[in-house]
């Protein structure tokens, strides 16, 4: 029997608010909910029910007056309506038959049964009470010394529909209560959602200004520990950018004097220059590679750009290697994008498709829903789909099947800018062979 208890709780978890915000302002309502509740039962129970039992025994006695000394129908009147109301012309009471009585609006009148009961009590017989809304609020007997009578007594002064001083306060207080609530929740929430924003630009690598400190008690503890860590995380970032570019700087002057020197040798040691050139040119594109990678790519401005104007650009920058660039363009609007940093990303995967596959890559553009992206193939050996999340890890080469070439930092530097700016890039292989870098940057 304990799984069916288990499915019914989960199912009202679905229903319960989740935020802290929603969850405050519904137990502050339901407190307040319960408070009003209590509040007009209270107030019904000891101060409006004693008052009508008050009423209810005064036109009883009113009723035991009217019947103590007995009706006489005499030629002055034609019935005992006639004569009831002849006595009580100057009470404000009127007596109606049956039929007049519903004329009168009898079967409109709401009965009670509390009322009935304590008026037969105070009658000394079994006696109906109703109750009926007109211009004033009227009271409608039917009295056991007269079974088929109906006595109307006007009480001047109610009015059922008037909004009484009670409904008026309890909806006054109900609203301010939960007016209050919702600014305290609001006030509390406040600081929560400025340190959820601030968590975000901080996980993507820009770090805003110290929060203040505001809230709570324990809501400034947490500010200022997330403030003392953005700081240190930022102080940690700028001492690798600088270490990392001083490594880059100073491993390009003796670089330098290498390729010089290479300058100098004899022919007979051509093969030796040729080697040495190579490794140079290797050894720089990597430094280039750091360097892009401290950057963290951070142009401040991003424009509208068309995506197909890059790719041609690449395209031509690319048309003196030795292979096949192939293009597939359709039409796609502009998006907000770095371009620079966009172009980088399709420079790495085109360098990567020409040194991994056998001298043919193809770029073509798409439009897809809320995106618009890009696609890079090649016709290579294609990689181990179950190392693709750790092939755009820092420092990370491709598997043994497409070499082991460079610093590992190609993937991660696509994959920084790509979240930068809030896209998605994925890899996978192609039936055919060979590879496919698949790259969706959002148009807002």
């Known amino acids: 029997m304990p799984v069916p208890v288990k499915l019914t709780l989960k199912w009202w978890q679905h229903l319960l608010p989740r935020n802290a915000f929603s969850q405050t302002v519904v137990l502050i309502g339901s407190l307040l909910l319960i408070n009003q509740l209590v509040s007009y039962w209270s107030v019904a129970v000891y101060f409006i029910k004693p008052s009508y039992e008050q009423i209810n025994q005064l036109i009883a006695r009113q009723i035991n007056i009217l019947f103590v000394d007995g009706v006489e129908v005499g030629r002055e009147h034609l019935s005992i309506v006639d004569a009831l109301n002849a006595k009580v012309r100057h009470d404000g009471m009127t007596v109606y038959n049956l039929k007049q009585a519903q004329e009168a609006g009898l079967d409109n009148a709401t009965y009670y ?197 890059l790719i041609q650009e690449i395209q031509q920058q690319e048309s003196n290697r030795q292979g096949e660039i192939e293009v597939e363009l359709t039409s796609c609007p502009d998006i907000p994008i770095q371009h620079v940093a966009i172009k980088r990303v399709l420079s790495n995967l085109v360098e990567n498709a020409f040194r991994y596959g056998h001298g043919w890559v193809k770029i073509s553009s798409f439009e897809q829903g809320h995106y618009v992206g890009f696609c890079v193939e090649d016709n290579g050996p294609g990689i181990d789909m179950n190392k693709v999340d750790d092939l755009f890890q820092p420092f990370t080469q491709g598997d043994t099947a497409r070499g082991s070439v460079g610093s590992g930092l190609g993937l991660a530097i696509i994959k920084r800018i790509i979240d930068r700016h809030n896209g998605k890039v994925s890899l996978a292989n192609r039936a055919e062979g060979g590879l496919i870098a698949r790259v969706l940057l959002p148009k807002k």
């Open 113 to 309: 049964g509390f009322l009935s009961e304590q008026m037969s009590v105070y009658l000394g017989g079994e006696a109906e009470v109703r109750f009926s809304q007109g211009e004033n609020l009227d009271v409608w007997i039917r009295p056991p010394q007269a079974p088929s009578l109906w006595i109307k007594v006007p009480l001047t002064g109610i009015n059922e529909s008037d909004l009484s001083p009670l409904t008026l306060y309890l909806l006054v207080i109900g609203a301010l209560s939960v007016a209050g609530g919702w600014l305290f929740a609001r006030k509390q929430n406040k600081p929560l959602k400025r340190l959820q924003k601030a968590a975000v630009t901080v996980s993507k690598g820009k770090f805003p200004d110290p929060l203040p400190l505001s809230g709570s008690t324990e809501i400034v503890e947490v500010t200022h520990a997330f403030n003392q860590m953005a700081q240190s995380m930022k102080q940690l970032e700028q001492d690798r950018a600088l270490l990392m570019a001083g490594i880059s700087h100073d491993l390009r002057t003796p670089l330098t004097r290498i390729r010089l020197a290479s300058e100098m040798m004899v022919e007979d040691d051509q093969y030796l220059k040729d080697g040495i050139v190579s490794d140079i040119e290797d050894m720089d594109a990597i430094i280039k590679q750091f360097i892009a990678y401290v950057r963290h790519d951070q142009e401040a401005i991003r424009e509208p750009f068309p995506i197909n104007q």
